[in-house]
């Protein structure tokens, strides 16, 4: 089973910023993974964290709070081409990575 | 430049048949993974290896199986096709930093 909850969708216009939330479960955690797909594409790796606190690449940075087993992508001036569905990923000891449902972000001008 | 290709890119198969899917890589990393993608569940780990005639099975393995025989290639056997194992199937590889894992284009298979 899921292993990790995110919201399903969200909807903002360009130029937004848009916070996408993760919770996963602690069991054999190492870090947290997001990954970006875009329809009928591969799924592409974007930020990890593997400690807490804030890791940014340029528009795009994520967080990590092991204390809350929670962290988010956060998705600054948005663009239509950020249209795409997000994953965050549970990276355990053994290096097996444990994928979410996936977030749909839909970019409106 | 290095890839990591997926063969073939679309396949309909029937129930009962044998489907072997290809993985290749040529960025001679060790790790490699094969994951389905189904609407509502994300990607799931089916199987993966660590190395040369090394293979684990992931969390939906019932039903496929793996084999390396070499660092490049990683392919998926399914050995009797079931029309719940039409998905979209995708190949990764990763090393060094195992966080970062690459991605194949995936293959869009449909079990009638």
């Known amino acids: 089973g899921q292993s990790l909850e995110q919201p399903s969708e969200v909807t903002a216009v360009e130029g937004a910023i848009v916070q996408i939330n993760c919770t996963y479960q602690?069991?054999?955690?190492?870090?947290l993974s997001w990954y970006q797909q875009h329809d009928g594409g591969a799924p592409t790796f974007l930020s990890y964290n593997a400690l807490d606190g804030l890791e940014e690449t340029g528009r795009f940075s994520s967080f990590l709070s092991r204390s809350d087993s929670y962290g988010y992508l956060l998705l600054q001036e948005l663009q239509m081409k950020d249209s795409a569905s997000y994953f965050c990923?549970?990276?355990?000891?053994?290096?097996?990575?444990?994928f979410g449902a996936g977030t749909t972000v839909t970019v409106r001008a | 430049d290095a890839e990591i290709t997926q063969s073939p890119r679309h396949k309909i198969t029937e129930t009962g048949r044998q489907v072997t899917l290809a993985c290749h890589q040529t960025?001679?990393?060790?790790?490699m993974f094969w994951y389905r993608q189904d609407l509502g569940h994300g990607l799931r780990l089916i199987h993966y290896s660590y190395g040369v005639q090394d293979t684990n099975k992931g969390e939906v393995s019932d039903g496929y199986s793996v084999s390396r025989s070499n660092t490049e290639d990683l392919p998926l056997t399914l050995e009797s096709a079931a029309s719940s194992q039409t998905s979209v199937y995708f190949c990764?590889?990763?090393?060094?930093?195992?966080?970062?894992?690459?991605f194949g284009p995936g293959t869009r298979l449909l079990v009638l």
């Open positions: 602690t069991s054999g955690f190492y870090g």
């Open positions: 960025w001679n990393h060790n790790n």
């Open positions: 990923a549970r990276l355990t000891r053994d290096y097996k990575l444990s």
């Open positions: 990764a590889s990763s090393e060094g930093q195992r966080e970062t894992q690459y």
